[in-house]
C-alpha cells in the first residue's frame, strides 16, 4: 500500500481512485491535474482507517514526515519554522462524501515561535492570534475531546470585553490574550500544556480524523444512506490558506447550479475576514453574500467561470469550498452536489441542454430517483400574516408542532404528529431528529451551512437565519419577532418563499410535467437503439 499521495499540479492521479484516497483527495486530484488553484496536499489512503494506529504510530509519524516534506519543497515554507512557518489543515474524506459528519482540524502548526514567524512572513498579526486562538479552540474539542463550553465562554467575555458583536471584530491584542487564556484553559482540563510541537499536533489531529469514521453521527449518516460501515476514510493534509487575512479574504461555500430548485445561478454562502468552519458550521448568521461581487469583482467573476470549469470536469452540478486571501481564490474541495429530487430532474434536463452530458448520463444521474413522486407543495391561498421571512436552504412546505430538539422530534413522531425543528443553529449531529422532522428552522447558519446540505439531501423545507428568531430551552418555548409559541405549537414553514406563519395550513402540489416528458423521450429513444442493437 502507499502510504501516502501528493496533490499538487503535475502530480499522477492515484491508481485507485475515490475508493483508495477518498472523494475529497481524489477530486483535488482531479482539480490540480485540471490547473485549477487548489492548495498543495497529501492524503493517507482509506486503508489507514482500518489500522491500528497506536501499534503503528511510528509508521504513521514517519508517513506525516514524508508528506510533510514534499509540501515543504511545493511551498517553500517550513512546517514548525520560526520564519516562514507552513501551517495545514487536516480534514477527512470517504469514499462517498458525508458532509459534516467527521472531523477537521486548521491551523496545525502554530505555537509561541510559529505565530511570531507568521506575523513577520504575512505582516498580519490579528491573522496569526486568530489562526492559533482557532487551533486552541478546534484541537481542545476534537482531539483532545475536552468539552466546549469553557472555550466558548472564553471568547463571550473577550466579545464583552472589546464590546464587539463577533470574533471578527477582536483586534490582534485582545486576540492574542484570549489565545493566552485558552492555553490556561486547555491545561486546566487537560492536566497537560497544549501540545507545542507541530509534529505532535499533526499525528494526534490525524489520528482523531480517522476516529471521527466511527462518530455516533457518522455511523447514523451512513446507516440512512446505506453506505458501508467499512469503506473508512482517507485524511488529507493540505496546505493552509487564511481567509481570515483581511477585508479581501474570506470563506466561502458555493454550488455551480441551485440544489434546491435546480435553476442556473452560482448558488453560494460567503463570508468576509473568515475561515471555512465560519460558513459551514452553521452557528453565525452570514451577511456577505451581496458584498463579494461589489469588492472583489475579479474573485466574482473567476468563480462563475470555475462553475463552468467544474461542471465540464466532473460532468454534474459541483458543492465546492473556496477561500480568499488577499485577493488570490482557492478551491479547497469539490464534490457532487448534494440535491433535492426536484433540482435533480431540472439540472440533468439543463445539462443534457447545455451539452455537458448526453441524455444516457442524466439518466444514469437520476438512477433511483422516484421520478413520478416529485412533487413542489405551495400552501393553498389565502395564508395568514407571515411571522417572519428566513433564509431558503430546502424547498417546499411543511407544517407541524413546534420541537425544540431532536428529542422532542422523536417524541412527537413517534405519536404520529409532524414536527418543526426548530434551533439556534442545527448541527450534523442532530441527523436523526432532521430525518423524522417535516421542516427545519434555525436562527444562524446560511443556506450552505452543513446542516443545510444536509436537510436537502433528506427532502427536508429547510429555513435558515430566521430574524429575531429566540429560542428558550429552560421554558421550552420560542419567538418570532416577538409572537410567543411554546413546544407543541404549530408552525408551517414555506421554502419557496421563506415565509413563516403561526397555524397549520393547507399544501397544494404540482409536478415537473415538462421535465417529465424530456426524460421519457430519453428512455424512449434509448429503449429503441437496444432493439436496433
Not at 497544549?194 to 489520528?207: D, V
Not at 400552501?379 to 424547498?395: D, K, Q, R, S
Not at 404540482?510 to 424512449?524: H, I, N, Q
Request: hydrophobic fraction near 45%; charged fraction near 20%; proline fraction near 4%.
Amino acid at each position: 500500500m502507499v502510504d501516502h499521495y501528493l496533490i499538487a499540479q503535475g502530480e499522477a492521479l492515484a491508481r485507485g481512485g475515490a475508493k483508495d484516497v477518498g472523494n475529497k483527495a481524489w477530486n483535488l486530484m482531479r482539480m490540480a491535474k485540471a490547473g485549477l488553484p487548489v492548495p498543495a496536499a497529501f492524503v493517507l489512503p482509506t486503508a489507514w482507517c482500518h489500522r491500528d494506529l497506536t501499534k503503528q504510530d511510528a509508521k504513521l509519524r514517519q508517513a506525516l514526515a514524508e508528506g510533510v516534506a514534499a509540501l515543504e519543497s511545493a511551498t517553500g515554507l517550513s512546517f514548525g519554522a520560526a520564519r516562514k512557518p507552513l501551517l495545514v489543515s487536516v480534514r477527512s474524506g470517504a469514499a462517498v462524501s458525508m458532509p459534516g459528519m467527521m472531523e477537521t482540524v486548521l491551523d496545525i502548526g502554530l505555537n509561541a515561535q510559529t505565530v511570531e514567524g507568521l506575523i513577520r512572513l504575512t505582516g498580519n498579526p490579528r491573522l496569526a492570534w486568530d489562526s492559533y486562538r482557532r487551533l486552541v479552540q478546534s484541537y481542545a474539542e476534537v482531539v483532545a475531546n475536552l468539552p466546549t463550553e469553557p472555550f466558548d465562554a472564553l471568547v463571550a467575555a473577550a466579545l464583552a470585553q472589546a464590546e464587539a458583536d463577533s470574533e471578527r471584530e477582536l483586534d490582534h491584542r485582545s486576540l492574542r490574550t484570549l489565545t493566552a487564556a485558552m492555553l490556561d484553559c486547555y491545561r486546566g482540563l487537560a492536566g497537560s500544556a497544549f501540545p507545542a510541537n507541530p509534529a505532535e499536533q499533526l499525528a494526534q489531529a490525524t489520528k482523531a480524523v480517522f476516529r471521527s469514521w466511527d462518530a455516533p453521527k457518522a455511523v447514523s449518516y451512513r446507516r440512512l444512506n446505506s453506505l458501508d460501515d467499512k469503506a473508512g476514510t482517507a485524511v488529507t493534509v493540505q496546505t493552509m490558506v487564511y481567509g481570515n487575512a483581511g477585508g479581501a479574504s474570506g470563506a466561502g461555500v458555493g454550488f455551480t447550479r441551485n440544489p434546491a430548485t435546480g435553476t442556473r445561478e452560482f448558488y453560494f454562502d460567503f463570508q468576509f475576514n473568515a475561515q471555512g468552519e465560519d460558513v459551514v458550521a452553521g452557528r453565525q448568521k452570514l451577511h456577505d453574500n451581496d458584498r463579494l461581487h461589489l469588492a472583489l469583482p475579479a474573485v466574482w467573476t473567476r468563480l462563475e467561470q470555475i462553475c463552468h470549469e467544474l461542471e465540464a470536469l466532473f460532468c454534474d452540478a459541483q458543492d465546492f469550498e473556496f477561500t480568499v486571501q488577499s485577493g488570490e481564490l482557492f478551491i479547497l474541495q469539490s464534490r457532487n452536489a448534494k440535491r433535492t429530487d426536484w433540482a435533480a430532474l431540472a439540472i440533468a434536463v439543463d445539462m443534457v441542454e447545455d451539452g455537458i452530458i448526453a441524455p444516457g448520463q442524466a439518466l444514469e444521474h437520476l438512477a433511483g430517483i422516484d421520478l413520478a413522486g416529485i412533487t413542489r407543495s405551495n400552501f393553498a391561498l389565502p395564508v395568514p400574516a407571515t411571522l417572519a421571512i428566513a433564509e431558503v436552504a430546502g424547498m417546499g412546505v411543511a407544517s407541524g408542532v413546534i420541537a425544540l430538539d431532536s428529542e422532542a422530534v422523536k417524541r412527537f413522531s413517534a405519536a404520529g404528529e409532524p414536527a418543526i425543528l426548530v434551533r439556534r443553529d442545527t448541527v450534523t449531529s442532530d441527523i436523526e431528529g432532521m430525518a423524522l422532522a417535516a421542516g427545519i428552522l434555525t436562527a444562524s447558519g446560511g443556506r450552505t451551512s452543513h446542516a443545510a446540505v444536509v436537510a436537502r439531501q433528506l427532502g427536508k423545507v429547510c429555513l435558515v437565519a430566521c430574524p429575531d428568531l429566540e429560542i428558550d430551552l429552560d421554558h421550552r418555548r420560542c419567538s418570532i419577532a416577538g409572537t410567543q409559541l411554546s413546544e407543541g405549537d404549530v408552525l408551517s414553514l414555506d421554502g419557496n418563499t421563506g415565509a413563516i406563519h403561526a397555524g397549520r395550513l393547507t399544501p397544494l402540489n404540482e409536478r415537473p410535467e415538462k421535465a417529465l416528458a424530456t426524460v421519457a423521450a430519453w428512455r424512449k429513444d434509448a429503449a429503441a437503439r437496444l432493439v436496433e442493437a
